[in-house]
């Protein structure tokens, strides 16, 4: 793994003041997603690291400001936020400016990366989707959720590894990414059964519950009454989910050459995500799932070998 200064050098980052915002937010992703920093750091170019981490941490802080209290407060948390990200993106905020930091690593990440404004605008056209959410009614309102706000969120930091335009794979990758998260959301709605339904709204629709004699009053008023119920409804959520990666596996070979190491381990990771959904079965209502620890480490070891391997064959 290069160091992270060298990181920032290899992205010609070197205003002091801009290093330290990407220091800040370097530190936010390594505490509230270790995983994910680590699969950046190990398998991707060391020039992306500062800004894929910046893109991170900036998704990290939208969810946070818009997902705790009523959707009234949601969308105003949304609305301010908004107006600050829109500015930041016209001209850098000042080292004064609340969230200046996150904020000045964000403009400088989209000023390096042009198609990268764009994505932001269209994550932040999608995000009263998700401030407003309260659970689906219908499979139909959980794949405009996707469409809405989780694609666009993905394609955050998957804009950053596209194929180039001219390449004529633009819209295979698009689709390959449409398949990943949804079977990603899919998997990460069944894991977080349990905290979900404490907040009051769970990420399976309510269509799905009835078809299995289940109600959301149920789930929250007798969790263990329902395991039995719940099992083949999660069997066929993680059917979906599992289809949904079988779709996205051919992503890698879309895009350059050291960027494959990274993808394979993005869907491998959501592979065990997977298996533990499948294993918990309705016992993720008490207890929820997570992908072991081991085997992941194993994934990202696994690729840090391929990536090494590119690296040597491009010299």
């Keep these: 793994m290069p160091r992270w200064s060298a990181a920032l050098n290899e992205a010609g980052i070197t205003d002091r003041t801009l290093r330290r915002a990407y220091d800040a937010q370097r530190e936010l992703v390594r505490k509230f997603a270790l995983h994910q920093y680590l699969a950046v750091r190990l398998l991707l170019p060391a020039r992306l690291h500062p800004s894929v981490v910046a893109m991170v941490a900036f998704m990290h802080e939208t969810d946070d400001r818009i997902d705790a209290g009523d959707p ?97 794979a633009d819209e295979a990758f698009l689709r390959g990414c449409r398949a990943l998260i949804e079977a990603w959301q899919r998997s990460d709605f069944l894991a977080d059964l349990p905290e979900d339904a404490e907040q009051g709204r769970i990420g399976i629709a309510d269509e799905e519950l009835v078809r299995y004699g289940l109600t959301f009053a149920d789930l929250r008023s007798d969790p263990d009454k329902c395991v039995p119920a719940l099992e083949p409804l999660v069997s066929a959520q993680a059917d979906l989910a599992e289809a949904g990666l079988r779709a996205c596996r051919g992503l890698p070979d879309l895009v350059e050459a050291p960027y494959r190491p990274f993808l394979r381990a993005l869907i491998s990771v959501q592979e065990l995500q997977l298996q533990a959904v499948r294993r918990k079965g309705g016992a993720l209502l008490t207890d929820g799932a997570r992908p072991p620890i081991a085997a992941t480490l194993r994934v990202l070891a696994r690729q840090y070998l391929a990536a090494k391997a590119e690296q040597r064959r491009a010299r």
Excluded: C, N
């Design 72 to 168: 009234g407060a949601r969308r105003k948390a949304l609305s301010a936020w908004d107006l600050q990200v829109r500015a930041a993106l016209a001209t850098a905020p000042g080292p004064g400016t609340s969230d200046a930091a996150l904020l000045r690593t964000l403009s400088d990440t989209a000023r390096r990366h042009p198609q990268l404004a764009a994505h932001v605008r269209d994550f932040l056209d999608g995000a009263p989707t998700e401030a407003g959410w309260t659970g689906f009614d219908t499979e139909s309102e959980f794949q405009a959720y996707i469409d809405s706000y989780s694609l666009p969120a993905l394609m955050l930091t998957a804009s950053l590894i596209a194929p180039a335009p001219d390449s004529g």
